[in-house]
């Protein structure tokens, strides 16, 4: 029955697992690690298998695990903790690993034949604070390792949201110290390091199977993704909100980052071309007129050498017949078929290291440029999966950076369309990075408003294309696009997207920094009228010309607010960013 469970179930724990023994019955007689080995081998265990290190691994782990049984189903503790139980246990173990050869996930990562960006579910042996910190091991219920947890995990202990005992699921996980495959009981092994991280792991089930999953994919929702969290291990399903535009970043010289829009790149990309090329016209006729000028004050005009029919060396022929002589073309006559193919093979040796003389001198004065495309997508979770109750409850959209896209536009993101992506990681800027560590409550951190940024990175990242359900689609955060009139604008909230259409009143120079504003004009069914002025930032769209009184849509602009001093909400200033469009009829200016 429950009350006669032994107290001391209620205690063990992984560590104090490893020494503890069974009392037999008889005074002074208990059964542990050592007696467990002796009745292995007299079940007919192999010696040099079943090592005391092996033993005493697998003792540990079948004790810690038996006292949690025990615990969970306290009414029928007996079937649990006993020798006989106990010994099972470790004969199972035993049969699994050798009989049969099974390994366990921690072993196979361990031996260097798994991955630990793999799903499993592992166990939270031990926590051990020291100096602030945390130390924690973890075990797939066979063999153990080191861990490494961020301050989203620290925060979770202190919180006493991860305990001993809690299993989690982890995936994109990463292991230090293993250069190469070594057994989990080694020496070795204690310098392994696994590195957990609070978007790499979630809680699991009680009565989830430790070791690698079946079912390969762990899915996350967006609002579940810390910003300090590391790498997002797991799945997210989601629909593509938004669209954007193909940039371009520009890494200067100087540490800079510029971004340009496709059109702004070209001219760009043109002008640097133009100016490179002159440069090297430049450096190659001057050159030439070095060489020229060095061979005429070289040379004498009267006199023309002539060389030995048996010399064969292009450079000194190259010297003797070009450099030297005012009338090269004389001297070349006198030599013989073979003299002037090896005075020709140096020529062109020669004029091609000129070539690359001058190039590197090119590179030097005007090193090439540092482009890289990318494109932005916004996205929404897709309501198909069943998420913890913090997940469920919060609404998050989240921007993902498509980084150097190869074979992918923005037109293979259709808005509205359902898209597996994992892979990913999270972009905190410096600045947001301190806000954040300075928050007393981590754990408020993936509730913070706005979206989470986020990288796609095609050489690890990966991307896959869903069906989507129009009802599902209907329920996500997902809605099409509309372009806003003018008088529309007076309902929008500060830091709202928008498309608005209106007519152009004027394209003028504006605040520094700034290249261009543009003013809209449009009137209600009133006759109201009411004005628009869009800022747009000179180096990612450089000037802007549009027909006055023309009627053009901006897309993917954002409201800043009403225009100060207009209390009937008739004026508004809007700002470009990078991925704005300007369009008329359908087509972009």
């Not at 992984?14 to 037999?24: D, H, I, K, N, T």
């Not at 590197?360 to 109750?389: G, I, N, W």
């Not at 290249?515 to 802007?544: K, M, P, V, W």
Request: one cysteine or more; hydrophobic letters at 35%.
């Amino acid at each position: 029955s429950r009350d006669n469970m032994p107290m001391e179930i209620l205690s063990v724990t992984s560590e104090s697992a490893r020494g503890y023994v069974f009392p037999l019955g008889v005074a002074g007689q208990f059964w542990g690690a050592s007696e467990a080995r002796q009745t292995l081998v007299a079940r007919g265990c192999i010696p040099s298998v079943i090592t005391e290190t092996w033993v005493r691994n697998h003792y540990r782990w079948s004790v810690w695990s038996a006292a949690s049984y025990a615990r969970r189903f306290p009414t029928r503790w007996k079937e649990f903790w006993s020798v006989e139980a106990i010994l099972n246990r470790m004969l199972y173990r035993y049969e699994r690993e050798y009989t049969r050869g099974g390994r366990s996930a921690l072993r196979m990562i361990f031996e260097g034949d798994a991955s630990a960006k793999q799903l499993m579910v592992l166990c939270v042996a031990s926590i051990c604070a020291k100096e602030g910190s945390f130390g924690v091991e973890v075990t797939d219920g066979w063999y153990s390792i080191r861990s490494s947890i961020d301050p989203i995990l620290a925060q979770a202990i202190r919180n006493g949201r991860l305990r001993e005992g809690d299993k989690i699921a982890c995936a994109g996980l990463r292991v230090e110290g293993l250069s190469e495959g070594i057994p989990p009981l080694s020496g070795k092994a204690g310098d392994a390091l696994l590195f957990i991280t609070g978007n790499s792991v979630r809680r699991a089930r009680w009565h989830a199977k430790l070791g690698f999953q079946y079912k390969r994919t762990m899915f996350m929702s967006l609002s579940g993704i810390y910003e300090l969290g590391g790498p997002v291990g797991a799945t997210i399903d989601v629909i593509i909100v938004r669209s954007y535009p193909m940039l371009y970043m520009e890494m200067t010289t100087g540490g800079q980052k510029v971004i340009r829009t496709e059109k702004e790149e070209l001219k760009v990309a043109l002008v640097f071309e133009e100016k490179k090329a002159a440069l090297l016209q430049s450096l190659l006729g001057r050159r030439r007129q070095n060489e020229e000028c060095a061979r005429r004050s070289s040379s004498a005009a009267s006199s023309v050498k002539i060389l030995d029919a048996s010399c064969m060396d292009g450079e000194i022929l190259y010297n003797s017949i070009i450099s030297t002589n005012a009338e090269p073309a004389d001297a070349q006559n006198m030599l013989s078929d073979d003299q002037r193919e090896a005075l020709e093979r140096y020529i062109v040796l020669k004029q091609d290291e000129d070539q690359a003389a001058v190039n590197e001198a090119v590179e030097k004065t005007m090193p090439s440029r540092q482009v890289h495309a990318l494109f932005k997508l916004s996205l929404c979770d897709y309501p198909t999966h069943t998420y913890k109750s913090v997940e469920t409850n919060a609404s998050r959209t989240a921007v993902v950076t498509m980084w150097r896209p190869q074979n992918m536009t923005p037109s293979d993101f259709k808005e509205g369309s359902r898209f597996l992506m994992s892979g990913l990681t999270v972009s905190v800027s410096s600045d947001r990075r301190r806000y954040l560590q300075d928050l007393a409550e981590l754990r408020d951190q993936r509730q913070t408003e706005g979206h989470v940024q986020l990288n796609f990175s095609p050489s690890t990242s990966c991307l896959k294309p869903m069906d989507a359900a129009p009802d599902l689609v209907f329920q996500s955060e997902y809605r099409e696009r509309s372009v806003l009139h003018m008088d529309e604008l007076r309902h929008l909230e500060t830091g709202q997207e928008v498309d608005v259409t209106g007519n152009v009143e004027s394209c003028s120079p504006c605040e520094a920094g700034y290249a261009t504003s543009i003013c809209l004009s449009g009137s209600d069914e009133c006759g109201r009228t009411y004005h628009a002025t869009i800022e747009f930032n000179s180096a990612t769209f450089g000037g802007i010309s549009l027909d006055i009184g023309k009627q053009v849509v901006v897309r993917n602009c954002w409201f800043v607010s009403p225009r100060p001093g207009d209390g009937n909400r008739h004026s508004f200033i809007l700002r470009a960013e990078p991925f704005t469009e300007i369009a008329s009829h359908g087509c972009e200016k």
